[in-house]
């Protein structure tokens, strides 16, 4: 027992190193750019690529390797930062966010769809092949190296930092870029300096990894949520403390391993839930110089009672009777199931619009919600034999309980770090379900049975689950709008606006983030529920985290904050889903493309880009009117 | 055109968001000369200083420095310029300890001062270098923001409010200091409420009210001069 421990410890120094490199880099781009570079998973991979091709296509040895990797992740690094990232400083960092988020998309998607998704080999020098035997204790040379190095590298970043001067131009250009650059210190060569560098050490993490994982292109997806959670964990402003929680989390991951396997994919993730709840501002945090929140006033917020944008009126009958005509003749002209998925979706989107829209508050863990109540109905209706409202009920109620327990550790803090603890929560998450029994694994809950609605309505027929996904999205659309326009909403809105007025009022603030956490969730959940029900399936996709990326593409697309936005964005991403299925593995690269086109081009979203249109168009006209009415008359008076 | 002006606003107009904040301020500073700029809060005055360093969102005009225009280029390439700028908010670098402080900025002319020489003019912290920016007091922090920008060779110094909350005491090391720059041939472009120590060190006043110069005068008349001023901010 004791040999295997020792053996997993070893595992865990490992994997510490991996960690350590990886979160200091992410540590310094987030500390000096205010980016949660997504693109970091991909940036470690791209160093184990860059090891890789160096070795195939130009016989670099292995020690080549080691300084070529880095050499060409770096330089990709600066690439990305001048050409994209560079238009995002100044706006909210939720596009940065999601900027990188769609990068890696690109990348990782490429690759796999070139090169697939198995590993390739790539092997360590032959010295390094043999093993330290410490009697108690065999080291395996190669583990001992990685070891020795990421700690060697890591030691110099650290001093470099501390005690040079240009780790005191880093540190002065992350507290406070404007005076730094009022003082001549080039600020934008910084930038893109710091983020060569941490991309330059994932690099050397990925070419390290090469020999022990093999090369593959999703080697960096799931590695980058547990950098995220031990960020969170060691807290930010102390480079230090980011290396040694890196170590600390590996050697617990590993204990954990050894004991209780199931628990190891997420008890990084536990305890960072822990940390959040003892000491929010994580170990080695100190209090917050700088917080990286969001700037309401940096989003294109639209006023909450949307009198002027929205149409006048929405109720009543001539717009219902419009409704049900229009809802009536699509099902003629498109796939059914084509368009009860962009209500699904539509739903989706709409929790997450409604969450960051109007409270303000970035969950990157919807998907977790939507999973869970696929699940619970699937299962309910399958192995329970409920009835459809009962399954739908019990994801749903399943989907909110969630949703609450993520809500008390996602409002202990703002913005970016918002993002990451709900994204680390809802990989926790996904890791249930991958071990549970009753969720089928790969397979999924499939063929789940429809029934009959309240005994009455026949849902095998497709007719009737088409109005009922409609009467679903339509149900959540106005009654989330009636909710922001009401005193509630508004509170909400008040909240978002400025937290500490609302305090300083006497509101409960964290009781309406909380409640505004809940109807998010109980959203998600009818959007799972009903998928559920409509494809009669639940699979692991709908918990993945891609999937909370979708959520927040959709409510992008279509415009954060408006009413009908996810409508529009759920039809275009499930448009060009469709239509790009012929190009099959490159879907993943297309969609990422797409999704950083929208932050450059369409920050404000489609919707109100084309309601401006409108508008220019009608005064356009209307100026022509005016312009030909008196010509008329003239010539009616001659 | 290299004529006898360090810096020359035409035209300058400046927008916070939505709302316009400068709305077409022109004046020029000669070399040597200190300039002060006077007038109510909220009148525009932070916001020159900040968009002759373009530090602003928004601007639109002319800003020439040393004889070469300035406008369009970031903030750091005009302090290559010689122009130094010390904010209100004094934005000492709290994560640097005070030798960082004076280290950090890269010495854009040779003319840059020696630290030596910054003791001499703030003794205050000479003892001080190896304290972290957020453990000086508010006299200290001021006395190292403006060593700061003597650091990088600026002979053209853009002051926001230098004596701003301070003691009577380290406001008169503070007005020494100004008066010894002033000496040494320094360029400054001062914002200062005091109207007394205003007449005393600055050569020119420019009034500021709502975003346009009002008034631009030289100092030498003295009592009337201070009297033409009240009157015109109705202070």
Not at chain 1, 44 to 61: C, H, K
Not at chain 1, 562 to 571: D, Q, S
Not at chain 2, 16 to 31: C, I, K, M, T
Request: glycine share 10%; with cysteine; net charge neutral.
């Amino acid at each position: 027992m004791m040999d295997l421990i020792l053996g997993y410890l070893t595992i865990g120094l490992v994997n510490g190193s991996f960690y350590a490199l990886l979160s200091l880099g992410l540590a310094l781009i987030f500390g000096l750019l205010n980016i949660l570079n997504m693109t970091h998973g991909v940036l470690y991979m791209m160093g184990a690529f860059a090891a890789w091709a160096g070795s195939r296509y130009l016989g670099l040895g292995y020690f080549a390797g080691l300084v070529f990797a880095p050499v060409c992740v770096a330089a990709f690094g600066v690439i990305l930062e001048r050409s994209l990232l560079r238009r995002t400083y100044g706006l909210d960092p939720l596009y940065g966010f999601m900027l990188t988020f769609g990068a890696a998309m690109v990348v990782q998607g490429g690759l796999q769809a070139h090169f697939g998704s198995t590993g390739l080999p790539y092997a360590a020098p032959d010295w390094l092949s043999g093993g330290l035997d410490l009697g108690f204790l065999y080291f395996p040379a190669y583990r001992l190296w990685v070891v020795a190095v990421a700690l060697v590298i890591c030691v110099i970043v650290w001093v470099a930092i501390a005690h040079t001067r240009l780790g005191s131009v880093l540190r002065a250009s992350s507290e406070n870029a404007a005076t730094a650059e009022a003082l001549g210190v080039g600020v934008p060569r910084v930038f893109a300096a710091t983020f060569a560098l941490g991309a330059a050490l994932a690099g050397l993490a990925g070419a390290l990894a090469a020999p022990i994982y093999q090369v593959s292109p999703l080697m960096g997806s799931d590695i980058l949520l547990v950098v995220f959670a031990i960020i969170v964990i060691g807290g930010m402003g102390s480079i230090g403390g980011t290396i040694v929680s890196s170590y600390v989390l590996a050697l617990i991951e590993s204990l954990t391993q050894a004991l209780v396997p199931q628990a190891a994919s997420f008890i990084v993730f536990a305890f960072m839930c822990v940390v959040l709840l003892l000491r929010p501002q994580g170990l080695f945090g100190i209090s917050v110089i700088r917080s990286h929140e969001f700037l309401a006033a940096r989003l294109p917020w639209i006023e909450p009672a949307d009198k002027e944008t929205a149409p006048k009126r929405l109720t009543g009958l001539v717009p219902t009777l419009a409704a049900v005509a229009a809802l009536s003749a699509l099902p003629m002209l498109l796939y059914p199931v084509y368009l009860m998925k962009i209500f699904c979706f539509t739903i989706f989107a709409a929790s997450f619009n409604f969450l960051l829209g109007f409270a303000g508050i970035m969950s990157f863990g919807q998907a977790a919600l939507f999973g869970t109540a696929a699940y619970l109905t699937a299962h309910a209706a399958r192995e329970w034999a409920l009835p459809p409202e009962a399954a739908i009920g019990v994801g749903i109620a399943a989907a909110l309980a969630l949703g609450l327990v993520m809500g008390i550790f996602a409002i202990r803090r703002r913005g970016i770090y918002q993002a990451m603890i709900t994204l680390a929560i809802a990989q926790m998450v996904y890791f249930v379900y991958v071990q549970a029994s009753f969720t089928h694994g790969e397979d999924g809950i499939q063929s789940v049975p429809r029934g009959m609605l309240l005994g009455l309505i026949d849902l095998r027929n497709d007719t009737n689950v088409y109005w009922l996904s409609a009467a679903a999205m339509l149900g959540v659309l106005f009654g989330l709008r009636r909710l922001i326009n009401s005193p509630f909403g508004m509170m909400l809105i008040a909240i978002r606006d400025n937290e500490r007025r609302a305090l300083s009022l006497g509101h409960n603030v964290d009781a309406y983030k909380l409640a505004a956490f809940g109807i998010a969730a109980f959203c998600a959940g009818v959007a799972g529920s009903m998928s559920a029900i409509v494809f009669q399936l639940a699979t692991l996709s709908g918990v993945h985290w891609h999937l909370s990326g979708e959520a927040v593409l959709m409510a992008l697309i279509g415009g954060i904050g408006t009413f009908g936005g996810p409508l529009v964005g759920a039809a275009v991403l499930v448009t060009m889903q469709h239509f790009l299925s012929p190009f099959g593995a490159w879907i993943v690269a297309i969609q990422g493309a797409v999704f950083v086109l929208c932050v450059l081009l369409f920050r404000d979203g489609l919707l109100p880009h084309a309601l401006a249109l409108a508008a220019n168009l009608r005064r356009q006209d209307a100026t022509s009117k005016t312009a030909v009415a008196p010509q008329a008359m003239e010539a009616i008076g001659r | 055109m290299s004529d006898a002006v360090s810096l020359r606003l035409s035209h300058v107009q400046a927008w916070y968001g939505d709302s316009q904040a400068l709305f077409g301020v022109g004046f020029a500073v000669r070399p040597g000369e200190v300039t002060c700029l006077v007038g109510r809060n909220g009148a525009g005055k932070t916001t020159i200083l900040r968009a002759i360093m373009g530090l602003l969102p928004r601007q639109t005009g002319s800003i020439v420095l040393s004889g070469r225009e300035a406008s369009g280029m970031r903030p750091y390439e005009r302090t290559r310029f010689g122009i130094g700028y010390c904010p209100e908010e004094r934005a000492i670098f709290s994560s640097l300890t005070v030798e960082e402080n004076l280290d950090l900025p890269p010495a854009v002319r040779a003319a840059d001062m020696a630290k030596d020489e910054i003791f001499a003019l703030f003794p205050n912290l000479r003892t001080r270098g190896r304290h972290y920016g957020d453990q000086l007091s508010g006299g200290e922090q001021q006395m190292l923001a403006i060593a700061r920008i003597l650091r990088t060779g600026a002979q053209t110094l853009l002051l926001d409010e230098p004596t701003e909350g301070l003691a009577p005491v380290i406001v008169r090391q503070i007005e020494h200091a100004l008066i010894e720059l002033k000496r040494r041939g320094y360029t400054i472009l001062l914002v200062e409420q005091n109207l007394d120590f205003v007449l005393h060190l600055a050569d020119r006043v420019v009034a500021i009210e709502n975003g346009v110069v009002v008034d631009d005068l030289e100092t030498r008349g003295g009592e009337h001069v201070k009297s033409r001023l009240l009157e015109r901010l109705a202070l």
